[in-house]
């Protein structure tokens, strides 16, 4: 085992601590090339990551970049730099260490270029833009050290792409840099290593710690049969958060938490100081509630994914999770979030939002003591990702193809790359990739007289930097109150912002706010002195529930022996559904249809998850209308779809048949929603549409128009174009999720249990309740619009 | 026919699914804000090389417009072109569509914001035109006592949740939507558009049939 310096040893003892065995072992393999570290939080990670830099910098403090740090939060970023000031102070050390992200000043910005400091702590973007200047083999020739920090969230993500793919520009650079990752628990840890640097990273496993204080809210009042808000669990949560110290509440959505939050301040007897805190809130309103944690003042906070990462606050004692997890991984993430110490059980308590959601939580709570992670695998590196790191890489200056290729090669998520692929990808930069070659003038990129690629316009490098990242938000509106320095409030989505009319209510930050209009692309509202908003949410996805949770619901149902940890009115619903119809079982596919009034009901448990159904029932009820079934409408949740029509449905299987499903998919693909939305990211990450362009938004809305024409026009002229067949990969796995009813049928194996049913069944039951109604489009649109003209006329008195 | 009639200034028109305006009375077609050549536009400043083919899906579109309205007079109502140089750079093919377009009947440009001067492609080029009762031009001005047609705004409308270009129309005015393919839309509850249109104002949905609604509804 290795020994630390003796002016290292001294400098622990001196505050009392001990290195970690995990902290010297990958002191000892700091040689290394590549180094995953798989940690709980708490335990000292990113410490073990900088530990070889400071004592290698100890002992030879050269000017220029040694160590180069990569987070996914700026926020953590420049909390390292805080907490690095502490040994660097204390050894005397004679390192500099600085941050670089969106939020660094220019001038500091620009000096870091010309002299770097010692050590650089940076995020993804931050990283391929200084990659993307021409100085950047200056910068980091130098560079010994990448250390890759919560690779875990990067790797669920196109950040992780990037920076993939960045790594490997950086091994061309600095080929005897050596990288670390740093990773909280996570279910399949080769298939890290493979992402992080394929075929030569030893993967280094710390003490797990011991288990978790997990348990199931139990509250007085049942929870109810359907909905998500858990509203009738704030008068207990609220006792709970009471008798800890400082509270983390999860909630699932945005529009969820501010729901949940208004229930509790309801039951807030004690005036405790509780914060909100989302992703739609203004950022100086998240930074208020962040410092005010930070500062002790608060004894809880309502939060979403906002926090799922970011800085530890030692003080949290107490982690409620509202709703079903959904994922055991990013529970077990959550979990980890309260008592942020080594060695000491975190407390975590769940509180499902509805019956469906009692039994995932149980569910959910066996996987999490068994130590049973899930996630779903991951495909190849995305191929937008590509393109836009082809342009970046032409800005920095012309390239080889084939050296270029084969750098890419060299990156986890891009290993298996064909080159006809790369070529594509190359072409898109290059001309645009059309089948009519309009743009012979205009390439973007060129081949030059040394057979290399460069900018055809070296002024085109300013508008490609301006469009890095792979993080395309939904579009969205700031919201402030009306006046002429309105308090920033938060921001809306671009189509909840449409749908509102002038004296509508709806919740942000907690409070009713009234919409008055919309003036210069901001939202304008006024205090409401209404409790309750006419328009509850704003709409946020809802995630689905994963793969391998529902594997296990299903189980959980199948098995009655399993339902004694459950409560009585619970076990008594299931044991309702096996009398009256079957239970769900893992290898078999359970159908039931009933009537009930005029309706034919039709319900499918196909447990692939609230987006693979949403998509079944859009190709469902097409194919029900092609066979004169005339359905009417459905609703979905993570476990089962509903639908109803005007005809009973005889025979299910011919409905479910695979090959008609997928040929159903082709057609309805072509129109959808979800399609144009895949389209619109994938097109902004590889360069088709620009973002963040300076003055656009300025100049008003008729200069820009929707993607969606864009995709409608590809479609129609250039139906093979790279872009599309991106698309369809990506919502394939995406908001799609066809791939997961390929595996339900694949489970199934055509093994499909019809149950004519007496009446509703008590599993289908809480699905009527469920809100999300889609109606069967087509010309029931046509018809619902001219309906809705003709009252707007008639009010108005326009007859 | 499925427009939506209406009179302006005591003349007759016609408000059609595609986004042009009929004049019965003198066989008139009217389209506004073509933006011809975006693309190629784009291209040439450096920015995104969209998909080359909007030019000759607007040419397209309006094609059948004509084939059905066989009109004798047809006004462009300015931002024809995306920019004067994209006139110029017409794909030959796009060139010789509009060639046949424009062949045995009066053509009139009127000229936009985005292309001011006069192009080299036949037919009659115009600041802004005045036809009895009646003036066309790109943007809207001062109410002068004539029936005022103009484009520019883009104006769209939103209802049952979906998004579509619109005419708006009150006493004194008409805004044309936009017909070219890569053209977006101002919501037609934004200020300016707010500011200039009377107070019942209708607005009135492309689409496959037309939809009239009250630009402001509820107010």
């Given at each position: 085992m290795a020994q630390l310096p003796q002016k290292f040893q001294d400098w622990f003892e001196k505050r009392g601590w001990s290195p970690h065995p995990h902290q010297l072992a990958l002191l000892e393999r700091s040689k290394d090339q590549s180094t995953l570290l798989i940690a709980p939080t708490g335990g000292g990670k990113t410490l073990s990551g900088f530990l070889p830099s400071l004592i290698e910098l100890s002992n030879d403090p050269k000017a220029g970049l040694h160590t180069l740090y990569i987070s996914p939060l700026k926020a953590l970023a420049a909390d390292i730099r805080r907490n690095l000031a502490t040994p660097v102070e204390e050894l005397a050390l004679p390192i500099r260490v600085e941050d670089r992200t969106g939020d660094t000043r220019q001038s500091q910005r620009q000096r870091q270029r010309t002299d770097p400091p010692h050590i650089l702590l940076t995020t993804p973007e931050s990283l391929a833009l200084l990659l993307s200047y021409e100085d950047s083999p200056h910068i980091f020739n130098g560079l010994r050290r990448i250390i890759v920090d919560e690779i875990h969230a990067l790797h669920e993500s196109k950040r992780g792409d990037q920076l993939m793919l960045c790594l490997s520009r950086l091994a061309t650079l600095a080929p005897d840099s050596t990288r670390i990752g740093l990773s909280a628990t996570i279910e399949d840890p080769a298939a890290m290593a493979d992402f992080l640097s394929p075929g030569n990273t030893h993967i280094l496993n710390a003490d797990p710690g011991p288990d978790p204080d997990i348990s199931i809210l139990e509250t007085a009042e049942r929870p109810p049969w359907t909905g998500m808000t858990g509203a009738h669990s704030a008068k207990a949560v609220m006792e709970k958060i009471s008798q800890a110290k400082t509270t983390l509440v999860f909630i699932n959505t945005r529009a969820q938490a501010e729901l949940y939050f208004q229930a509790l301040w309801a039951e807030n007897t004690e005036d405790l100081p509780i914060g909100l805190h989302h992703g739609s809130l203004a950022r100086e309103v998240r930074e208020r509630v962040e410092g005010a944690m930070v500062a002790g003042q608060l004894r809880a906070i309502v939060c979403t994914g906002s926090l799922d990462l970011g800085i530890d606050w030692g003080n949290v004692d107490l982690v409620i999770q509202v709703g079903?997890?959904?994922n055991v991984k990013r529970l077990v993430q959550r979990i980890g979030r309260s008592n942020h110490r080594y060695n000491a059980p975190s407390r975590a308590i769940l509180v499902p939002a509805n019956r469906f959601e009692l039994i995932e939580c149980r569910c959910a709570l066996e996987a999490v003591q068994e130590r049973d992670l899930d996630g779903e695998p991951r495909g190849d590196g995305p191929l937008d990702v590509l393109c836009q790191h082809i342009l970046l890489t032409a800005c920095a200056g012309p390239f080889d193809d084939s050296s270029l290729f084969n750098e890419i090669r060299r990156a986890g998520p891009y290993q298996s790359l064909t080159r006809q692929d790369f070529d594509d990808c190359l072409q898109f930069c290059a001309?645009?990739?059309?089948?009519?070659?309009?743009?012979d003038r205009w390439q973007r990129l060129l081949l030059n007289a040394d057979g290399k690629w460069q900018l055809r316009?070296?002024?085109a490098a300013k508008r490609l930097r301006m469009n890095i990242g792979t993080i395309v938000d939904v579009e969205t509106l700031a919201v402030r109150l009306r006046g002429r320095f309105g308090t920033p409030l938060g921001e809306v989505e671009e189509n909840f912002a449409a749908s509102l009319s002038p004296g509508d209510t709806f919740l942000i930050g907690g409070e009713v706010v009234r919409y008055e209009g919309l003036r210069d692309m901001v939202v304008e509202v006024s205090r409401s002195p209404t409790k309750e908003p006419k328009i509850a949410v704003f709409s946020g996805t809802k995630l689905a529930m994963s793969t391998k949770l529902s594997h296990r619901v299903q189980r959980f149902l199948s098995d009655p022996t399993q339902w004694k940890s459950l409560p009585s009115y619970s076990q008594a619903w299931l044991t309702m559904q096996a009398k009256i119809s079957r239970l769900p079982q893992i290898d078999r596919l359970l159908t039931e249809t009933f009537t009930r009034g005029d309706r034919a009901f039709l319900c499918i448990y196909g447990f692939a998850g609230r987006n693979a159904h949403q998509t079944l029932g859009l190709i469902l009820t097409k194919r029900m209308e092609e066979a004169g079934l005339e359905p009417i409408g459905f609703v979905t949740n993570d476990y089962a779809i509903l639908i109803w029509g005007l005809?009973?449905?005889?025979?299910v299987a011919p409905l479910l048949d695979p090959q008609g499903l997928r040929e159903g998919l082709e057609t309805w693909l072509s129109s959808n929603a979800l399609m144009k939305r895949t389209f619109r990211s994938a097109a902004t990450i590889a360069g088709l549409i620009e973002k963040n362009l300076p003055g656009q938004r300025k100049s008003g809305r008729q200069a820009t128009f929707s993607s969606d024409i864009l995709y409608d026009t590809l479609r129609k002229?250039?139906?093979?174009?790279l872009m599309l067949r991106i698309t369809r990969i990506e919502a394939m796995r995406g908001l799609v999720d066809f791939d997961r009813i390929e595996d339900m049928l694949t489970r199934s194996q055509g093994r499909i249990d019809h149950v004519l049913a007496p009446h509703l069944t008590p599993l289908a039951a809480p699905l009527l309740f469920e809100m999300g109604k889609v109606p069967v489009k087509g010309r029931a649109q046509e018809r619902l619009m001219a309906e809705e003209a003709r009252q707007m006329m008639a009010e108005a008195g326009l007859t | 026919m499925t427009g939506h009639s209406f009179r302006l200034n005591q003349e007759n028109l016609e408000a059609l699914p595609s986004g042009a305006l009929w004049w019965e009375t003198r066989q008139l077609l009217c389209v506004s804000d073509l933006h011809l050549g975006k693309s190629e536009r784009m291209a040439r400043r450096g920015g995104a090389l969209l998909p080359p083919y909007e030019t000759r899906d607007t040419l397209d579109r309006l094609a059948g417009e004509i084939n059905n309205m066989r009109p004798k007079e047809v006004v462009c109502?300015?931002?024809?072109?995306?920019?004067d140089a994209a006139g110029e750079a017409l794909h030959p093919q796009d060139r010789d569509l509009l060639t046949r377009l424009m062949a045995g009947r009066l053509w009139i440009w009127v000229a936009g914001n985005h292309d001011p001067g006069p192009i080299d492609l036949g037919g009659e080029n115009r600041a802004e035109l005045h036809l009895l009762g009646l003036t066309f031009r790109h943007i809207a001005g001062k109410v002068d006592g004539f029936g005022e047609i103009t484009g520019h705004y883009h104006p769209k409308i939103r209802i049952s949740g979906e998004s579509r270009p619109c005419f708006l129309i009150d006493s004194s005015r008409v805004i044309l939507p936009a017909f070219g393919t890569y053209t977006g839309g101002l919501s037609s509850h934004s200020s300016d558009l707010d500011d200039i249109m009377g107070p019942r104002a209708l607005a009135v949905l492309t689409g496959n049939k037309v939809l009239a609604v009250p630009m402001r509804p509820g107010a």
């Open positions: 079903a997890p959904k001309t645009g990739g059309y089948a009519l070659q309009a743009y316009d070296p002024r005809q009973p449905v005889k025979n002229y250039d139906p093979n174009h | 109502l300015g931002d024809n072109f995306d920019d």
